[in-house]
């Protein structure tokens, strides 16, 4: 007999209020008449652009929709129940024991004030699903699993106390205790440096084989969602602009948008030399540690020149945005100092002068919880034009109309609110913000993490373009090693807290490498089926050699 299919999506519709200059209400299509289905075991893969309506529909599996947002057409049936016409208390009941979810920001989503193990165990207990012991004995299983630190003891801590990455990896631990029959996976390796990557899409993969579960799993890299998808839909707009097998899309797409989503990326970035001049940032034989005792950075020392772009890389929990705390002020190191300009800066953030501040600005990896959700997207950008050049009224605004084109979303979304805007909108808001400074120093915290790669090759342009214009210096943190290629001067690799290899971009990357450098390298995911396993495979026989 055929197999049912547990997810069926016919002709969804889900639509917004925005109120436009003048308190004129306008609806807006989200997602335009999308229908598909999912059978339990199988895995779909939504892939587009941000702001295309991926993550909408995965909340809309959940009978969900945003603040202002509604499901306004078709129908949602879950193991032949349409979740839509269900009372609210039977829906609330299905979330997180028949459908989990898995965020795409961990920060945002996980209480501070709780441990992890208390939240992630929270549905399987609550429910009644298991007894609490059963619940943190199989937690725990789920954290060696998914490759956590310590895993016994991991969910004692509180989330300020991991990485983000380790947290991403926490809320997947979270969406499998309840052992449901769909997950909804919200772009679940982002926050990911591509060396445990591999380790998270393994254990998504095999967990998907071994429990049976159906998926839906949203990104914008199309080379990861190759490696876990039975199938493909391209978004854009809210519409399907294509639907099917992984190997179709991949390798045989039909519409000029999917073609250019599976190019590889051409940009990069013509390696500058250092010049002999005095460098803008220069790290002397930092340490630093959150609890005074326990080192996250050692004896880091590098340099930065005026126009050029450093990229820092490494694993999660390597020292990358630590580096960057501490070189912001807003962790005191332990010994060591940081230059800039030519000037010894304060070790804490409230001694440095404003001069100082405008200088060196940041953006950081969680667009979520890094603006308030209270202010406009007007007053956001807007508050550094005033605070540092004493800019008001009519001029203010003409600035930051400028600063929303520049960062491609438009006056349109000057009166917005940020819970309005898709991740990657966000991440352009805080980068339109840290330009508003007019610095002279960029730290970029994972910048283009939330951004599909036809919009992240645009915000790197942008970047680029500015940086020719302006001089700038940009410190640049990411995982993803294309976007080092396409960007950088130089380059310093990270891991556990020491720098292991640094200078120019054709220096670093070029043999021989060392151990972990290779490693890093060999692990950035390629448009290939079978990628995942071959390289796994790979690693294993590695392993067994040794």
Avoid at 59 to 67: F, V
Avoid at 289 to 296: C, F, S
Avoid at 435 to 453: G, H, M, Q, R, Y
Wanted: net charge negative; hydrophobic share 40%.
């Amino acid at each position: 007999m055929p197999v049912p299919h547990f997810l069926e999506v016919s002709n969804l519709e889900i639509t917004a209020s925005i109120n436009m200059p003048g308190d004129i209400p306008k609806k807006i299509t989200l997602v335009d008449n999308i229908s598909f289905k999912l059978k339990r075991g199988e895995v779909i893969g939504l892939i587009g652009e941000s702001g295309a309506g991926k993550s909408t529909i995965g909340l809309a599996a959940l009978g969900y929709a945003r603040s202002g947002c509604a499901i306004s057409g078709g129908s949602i049936k879950i193991n032949g129940t349409d979740i839509l016409q269900l009372p609210t208390k039977a829906r609330n009941k299905m979330r997180g024991t028949q459908v989990a979810y898995v965020a795409q920001s961990a920060a945002a989503a996980f209480n501070p004030a709780h441990r992890i193990s208390d939240q992630v165990i929270e549905e399987a207990v609550v429910h009644r699903l298991m007894s609490k012991t059963e619940a943190l004995a199989y937690a725990d299983d789920l954290y060696e699993k998914l490759g956590l630190p310590d895993p016994k003891n991991f969910g004692r801590r509180y989330p300020h106390q991991v990485s983000g990455g380790q947290l991403q990896r926490a809320m997947t631990v979270m969406a499998l205790c309840a052992k449901p029959d769909l997950i909804i996976f919200d772009e679940p390796t982002t926050a990911l440096d591509v060396t445990t990557q591999i380790e998270v899409l393994a254990t998504i993969k095999n967990a998907i084989k071994d429990t049976g579960v159906a998926a839906l799993y949203i990104t914008h890299d199309l080379a990861v969602v190759a490696q876990v998808s039975d199938y493909i839909m391209v978004l854009r707009h809210g519409k399907m602009v294509e639907f099917g097998s992984t190997d179709q899309i991949i390798n045989h797409a039909q519409q000029q948008y999917t073609q250019e989503l599976v190019s590889i990326r051409a940009m990069e970035k013509e390696e500058q030399a250092a010049p002999d001049s005095r460098p803008l940032l220069q790290v002397s034989h930092i340490d630093a540690a959150y609890d005074g005792l326990n080192k996250v950075l050692e004896d880091v020392t590098l340099h930065l020149h005026a126009g050029q772009t450093l990229s820092i890389v490494g694993e999660s929990g390597s020292g990358k945005s630590t580096l960057a705390r501490v070189i912001t002020g807003l962790l005191p190191p332990l010994q060591g100092s940081i230059v800039f300009n030519g000037i010894e800066l304060s070790a804490g953030l409230k001694n440095r002068d404003l001069e100082q501040l405008r200088e060196l600005q940041m953006i950081y990896q969680m667009a979520d919880v890094a603006m308030n959700p209270r202010h406009t997207i007007g007053q956001i950008i807007g508050r550094p034009i005033e605070f540092y050049h004493g800019t008001k009224g009519a001029q203010k605004r003409r600035e930051t109309i400028e600063l929303l084109d520049q960062i491609e979303l438009g006056e349109q979304y000057i009166d917005r609110y940020p819970a309005e805007l898709s991740g990657g909108q966000k991440q352009r808001v805080c980068i339109a913000r840290a330009l508003a400074a007019k610095p002279s120093l960029i730290i970029c915290d994972e910048v283009t993490s939330a951004l599909d790669p036809l919009v992240a090759d645009g915000i790197l342009q942008l970047l680029m373009d500015l940086q020719k214009e302006h001089n700038y210096a940009y410190l640049f943190i990411t995982h993803d090693l294309a976007t080092v290629k396409a960007i950088s001067d130089s380059i310093a690799v990270m891991y556990q807290g020491s720098l292991v290899r640094f200078g120019q971009k054709s220096k670093v990357l070029s043999p021989p490498f060392d151990d972990y450098t290779q490693m890093l390298l060999s692990s950035v995911p390629e448009m290939e089926l079978g990628w995942l396993e071959r390289i796994l495979a790979s690693r294993t026989m590695q392993s067994a050699d040794n």
